[in-house]
């Protein structure tokens, strides 16, 4: 009892200790504003406020959460195209990511199982992979606009509903999502026992079967962390993609922010980010683990 006792404990005041230490030196490095009077070249006083500190444009937690305030208390509002509530951008983003996310695992996932079971197919396509898989995404986006660029669906109104933006957007997603799951489904299907094959023979089963039958279950755990970083790297080419195309999402509202100088809604578009990404990721852990005790 003792030990579950001090397991919960450390499970909660270690983080928050450590939220703590960052918050602090987030207020000793961040600037504050300082009045000062001074007498001009005629004699008059002039009052003089400037910001000082060791990043003197740097706004302090308590500046951060006055300014970013509206956004967190009214999360869902729509005040206009680019100024909407954060959980709103979030969720704009969420399913642009979503799109991507699953074009990634249904391209990566297939081509995977063709790299780990061919030793001619992994000659032919590692040097192509190894050469695309550490393209940048401010790359990606301008290639996708001009592949898609003839991409138009209007509505019965004539109002178009998918550009080539979007077909750029969930392009530049899926290509740099798409690799980890490709690199981790072929580690995992050559990692899948020999002996797993040889039953599959003995007991006569078809390629299908034996696919769905010996290699899926036996690759599984390596699918998954392929796909965790997949959807990792899909959040984090969402913030590019946004700002580079303008969408109303976290990225083109910190794309918005940071030409407006507005640095306390810049920290907020970087702290939404990360609590985001961090949740994508254990949701998903939660899913490998009902996968695994199924």
């Known amino acids: 009892m003792h030990l579950i006792h001090r397991f919960k404990l450390d499970s909660v005041l ?3 200790g450590g939220i703590l230490i960052c918050l602090l030196i987030w207020t000793a490095i961040s600037g504050k504003s300082v009045t000062t009077i001074k007498t001009d070249d005629w004699g008059d006083k002039v009052t003089v406020t400037k910001r000082e500190g060791v990043s003197a444009d740097l706004p302090s937690p308590t500046e951060t959460w006055t300014a970013s305030k509206l956004y ?14 954060i959980l709103r951008f979030t969720w704009l983003s969420l399913k642009l990511v979503a799109q991507g996310y699953f074009i990634a695992l249904l391209l990566g996932t297939p081509l995977g199982f063709v790299i780990g079971l061919s030793k001619k197919m992994t000659i032919a396509l590692d040097p192509i992979i190894q050469v695309l898989r550490p393209v940048s995404p401010l790359a990606w986006l301008p290639l996708g606009m001009v592949m898609f660029s003839g991409v138009k669906l209007m509505d019965s109104s004539g109002k178009t509903t998918f550009g080539a933006s979007d077909a750029a957007a969930l392009f530049t997603i899926a290509i740099c999502a798409m690799w980890p799951t490709v690199m981790n489904t072929a580690v995992g299907v050559r990692a899948v026992p020999q002996d797993y094959l040889n ?4 007991l006569k089963l078809n390629r299908w079967k034996t696919l769905w039958k010996v290699l899926v279950p036996a690759t599984l755990p390596y699918m998954f962390t392929g796909f965790r970083l997949s959807l990792g790297i899909a959040w984090l080419v969402i913030v590019a993609v946004e700002m580079l195309t303008g969408r109303p999402g976290v990225g083109g509202f910190l794309w918005q922010q940071y030409n407006a100088s507005s640095f ?9 980010i990360g609590v985001v990404g961090y949740v994508l990721d254990r949701l998903m852990s939660v899913v490998e683990g009902r996968f695994k005790t199924a």
């Open 14 to 16: 270690l983080p928050l």
């Open 264 to 272: 306390a809604h810049i920290i907020l578009c970087i702290l939404t």
């Open 199 to 202: 039953v599959a023979k003995v």
């Open 72 to 85: 967190v208390t009214e999360p869902f509002a729509k005040r206009g195209e680019l100024d909407q509530g």
